[in-house]
């Protein structure tokens, strides 16, 4: 199963957009410095699509495998809490 999904079959309002992407970003900075830009266009390019595409409800998959890049156990805790937040409120 891959992480996007065709673009008929989802309205745009459906998909991640830029300001969780920023988030996102942010938040893996704050653990990984700034190579987190660059960790999460390679994990959004392993799965064949674009940043335009990833679907709202796999953002806590996104999430997960990004959260695996961080090896200090308290960052990825950060991590993992602000993410679980962010999420919460985008899918309400």
Same mark, same amino acid.
């Given at each position: ?5 065709? %673009?008929? %079959? ?14 996102? !970003? +942010?938040q893996l ?5 700034? *190579?987190?830009g660059?960790? *999460? /266009?390679? %994990? +959004? @390019?392993e ?5 335009? !595409?990833?679907? @709202?409800? @796999?953002?806590? /998959?996104?999430?997960? @495998?990004?959260?695996?890049? *961080?090896?200090?156990? /308290? !960052?990825?805790i ?7 937040? !962010?999420?919460? /409120?985008?899918?309400?």
């Amino acid at each position: 199963m891959d992480l996007f999904s065709g %673009e008929t %079959e989802h309205p745009s309002n459906s998909f991640l957009d830029n300001d969780f992407f920023d988030f996102l !970003k +942010i938040q893996l900075s704050l653990a990984l410095g700034p *190579i987190a830009g660059y960790i *999460i /266009e390679d %994990e +959004i @390019r392993e799965f064949g699509g674009d940043m335009a !595409k990833v679907p @709202r409800h @796999r953002a806590a /998959e996104l999430a997960d @495998r990004l959260s695996r890049q *961080i090896q200090r156990p /308290e !960052k990825k805790i950060a991590f993992q809490q602000a993410l679980v937040k !962010k999420i919460k /409120e985008i899918t309400a």
